[in-house]
Structure formats: C-alpha cells, structure tokens
C-alpha cells in the first residue's frame, strides 16, 4: 500500500477544564495532542491507512508521548529528534457556536528550525501517493517555508499528489505575506482545501452575492479560486450562521452535502476532519456523491466533542448523518 504523508508541526494542547477561563480561575488545564496535518493522517490512520508524519520532536518525555500519541491513531512517525522544544497552544472553545479562542506558544519549536535535506526527504516521499501540506507551516520560519516548496518540487517530479490547507492564521504571518505565498503554490496543487472566508480574506476580496442560499458565497469563491489558478479538485466548508454543510469541485461539476444545524462543543480540528474523510472518500473511489456526503458529516460530528482529532467510526459518522442533516434543494 503506497503511504500519505503530512508534513508538520505537532504541538501539546492545552484546555482549561472551565472554559470561561480568561475571567474565572481554572486550576485545571486538560492535555492532549493536535495539528492540522497530523489531525486529517489520524482520521486516514485509524482506518488502516499507511500514512506517516514528518516533523520533529524534542528529546523529551513530551515529544516521546507526541510519538505515541500518533502511534496510537495509526499514523507513523519520522521525525527529527533535537533539544529544542515542542509547541503549545492554549484553546478556549467559542460557546454559542462562536469560534474558539487560541493562544499559541510555539516560537523556535523544534518543528521550527528542522531543515529538510535531499536524504530525509527522498527516503520521506519514497512509495509515496499523496503529502498533505498547510499554509500553517510556512510562516513559522524560513526554514519551514523553504521546506514547503523543496517537498513541493520533490512530489511533483515522482508524480506524488500534493493536498493542501490554505488555514491562514492572522497571528503567525500578515494577509499580504500569505496572499504572496499562496500565489506562488496554488499552481502545484492537486487538491485544495479551503472555505469563502479564508480565501477572501487573503486575497482581499469582498462577497457580491445575496446570501439567500446556503452556497451562494461557496460558489462565488470557487470561481475566484479557479481565476487565479484551475485547480483539479477543491474541497470547501461552508459555514453560514449556525448551519455548516461541505462542497467539493471537480471536472466542471460543482457536488453539494445536505446541511447540518447542531450545538457546537469544539470546532477545532474539524476541518481537517473533513481534509481526512475527503482524501478516505478519494482513496476508496467513491463517487464524488457518497464522497461530500460523507466528509461533511465527518466535519459536522467533529464538532460534538472534545480535542483535535476524530475518534469516531464509519458507523457513528453515518448515523449522525441520517439524524442530523437536513435535505439540501
């Protein structure tokens, strides 16, 4: 079985037991966990995929239990060991459905100042399908921005499909710098994952459409996502109030899941759910149908529980989908 590869940055998260914690004292912090890329090869790991993390973890007891936390989805590491350390974020979960708040503490992580050579990166990619890359690592140093484009040009020239997360993130790098970055990889991308939010954000551009239809907004950004370069496949999150839903495109045709309205408990991660059941959609060939319909569900349910990665089983994801989505006309 070929391997799916993620290339990134593992950090320790942190979640106060009571979640009003900036204006109430919580004496306890729950641990676990989580990043983007590691979040969608856990989803795929679980299922029996071959897939395998490439980062770096300190020499400690922290990186030691990173390792074994991947291990324990599915997902195999190979990572660079230093003396550096590993990063940590801080989330208050957003009550009401509002987002989360992050706090990150992640500055000279060992992620951070590793420099991929030819050797490591050859013996990363061999019997390699596809690497799952974000618009999170380049902005954490040039080293993991020159690291993003070495593994680009490596992918291509061994026919390997490159899956990226434009996932800007306004506290590590300005819209200006990411717009740059992102106009310099959309070109090499096969499949790319992003929402009408993001998108319009770093490349400056403002909705022109009546939101009086779920996936007005979606479509429009899908047209300007193919303006500036005709991307294969694009796979997109649609949030709208309290309903989300999912959209993916490809080959001229535009494939919609029903809608989901429900009580959040922790969005973080779920889009990378959705990244994951994707890509498990992808490499079971399904029609792009059962693909959406099934990722969107795993998206939705990501968000009734706690920590990054999602634990639940074809079964479990199905039956939400039955009970919970509502018909799409």
């Known amino acids: 079985m070929e391997k799916i590869v993620g290339y990134g940055e ?3 998260r942190l979640t106060p037991e009571n979640y009003d914690f900036l204006s109430t004292f919580s004496e306890k912090l729950l641990s ?4 983007s890329e590691a979040n969608s090869l856990s989803f795929l790991g679980r299922r029996g ?3 395998e993390f490439l980062s770096s973890f300190p020499e400690n007891e922290i990186g030691n239990k990173a390792t074994s936390f991947l291990n324990s989805h599915g997902v195999k590491v190979n ?5 550096n350390r590993l990063g940590k974020y ?3 979960p957003g009550t009401k459905n509002k987002p989360s708040k992050i706090i990150y503490d992640r500055k000279n992580s060992s992620f951070s100042k590793f420099k991929l050579n030819d050797k490591f990166i050859n013996k990363s990619l061999k019997n390699c399908s596809h690497i799952i890359i974000s618009g999170i690592t380049p902005p954490l140093s040039n080293v993991c921005y020159d690291n993003i484009f070495k593994l680009i040009e490596k992918a291509k020239n061994n026919d390997i499909k490159i899956v990226y997360d434009i996932n800007y993130r306004k506290d590590l790098w300005s819209r200006s710098e990411s717009k740059n970055f992102n106009l310099k990889i959309l070109k090499y991308i096969d ?3 992003t929402n009408s939010n993001t998108f319009n954000h770093v490349f400056d551009l403002k909705s022109k459409v009546k939101l009086n239809d779920f996936y007005n907004e979606s479509e429009e950004t899908l047209k300007n996502i193919l303006n500036v370069n005709n991307i294969p496949t694009i796979c997109m999150t649609v949030r709208n109030k309290d309903q989300i839903g999912g959209l993916i495109f490809q080959k001229s045709k535009i494939y919609k899941s029903n809608i989901y309205n429900f009580e959040h408990v922790d969005r973080v991660g779920a889009g990378d759910s959705f990244t994951g059941a994707t890509l498990y959609g992808f490499l079971k060939s399904w029609p792009i149908e059962k693909v959406v319909s099934f990722a969107t569900a795993a998206f939705a349910i990501s968000h009734t529980k706690f920590g990054d990665v999602n634990c639940f089983d074809d079964k479990e994801i ?3 989908r039955i009970n919970n989505s509502i018909n799409y006309a």
């Open 10 to 12: 593992l950090m320790l």
């Open 49 to 51: 995929y071959n897939c």
């Open 79 to 83: 990572a660079n060991i230093d003396h």
């Open 191 to 193: 499949i790319l994952f």
């Open 32 to 35: 676990t966990y989580g990043g």
């Open 90 to 92: 801080l989330i208050i």
């Open 318 to 320: 199905e039956a939400f």
